[in-house]
């Protein structure tokens, strides 16, 4: 499984983003997929994830009510929709996906990752 982000970039405090992760592979045995971030001198932290199937989703309080994760039925596609963003959301975005049958795990051990977005935000 190859995971590759896109859609990051430099934007204003209060903007939205969208970010794309895109899959290729055998995608057909994944459980669920997540977006994590990690912040220069940080530890990566989860965002949110959502399963594969019925779509369930978990998100991080940090960010719940202003992100929104999402899964396109019948897409290798994942996106996430970012409003309201603020200077703490800075930081590499990754997406993370999963064919272990673990649920909505929120710590860094998720199977297959992708290289990374930068999302900067000014304040």
């Known amino acids: 499984v190859r995971l590759e982000e896109s859609g990051g970039g430099l934007v204003q405090a209060g903007d939205s983003l969208r970010l794309s992760c895109g899959g290729s592979?055998?995608?057909?045995?994944?459980?669920?997929m997540a977006w994590f971030r990690q912040a220069p001198g940080n530890e990566r932290e989860f965002v949110a994830a959502?399963?594969?199937?019925?779509?369930?989703?978990l998100y991080a309080d940090s960010v719940k009510g202003r992100f929104t994760i999402s899964r396109p039925y019948a897409t290798n596609a994942l996106y996430l929709q970012m409003t309201n963003l603020k200077s703490e959301d800075t930081a590499v975005y990754y997406c993370?996906?999963?064919?272990?049958?673990?649920?909505?795990?929120?710590?860094?051990?998720?199977?297959?990752w992708g290289q990374g977005t930068q999302v900067t935000v000014s304040s």
């Open positions: 993370a996906a999963d064919s272990r049958n673990l649920g909505l795990v929120t710590t860094s051990s998720w199977e297959y």
């Open positions: 592979g055998r995608l057909f045995g994944l459980s669920a």
């Open positions: 959502i399963t594969w199937g019925r779509g369930a989703t």
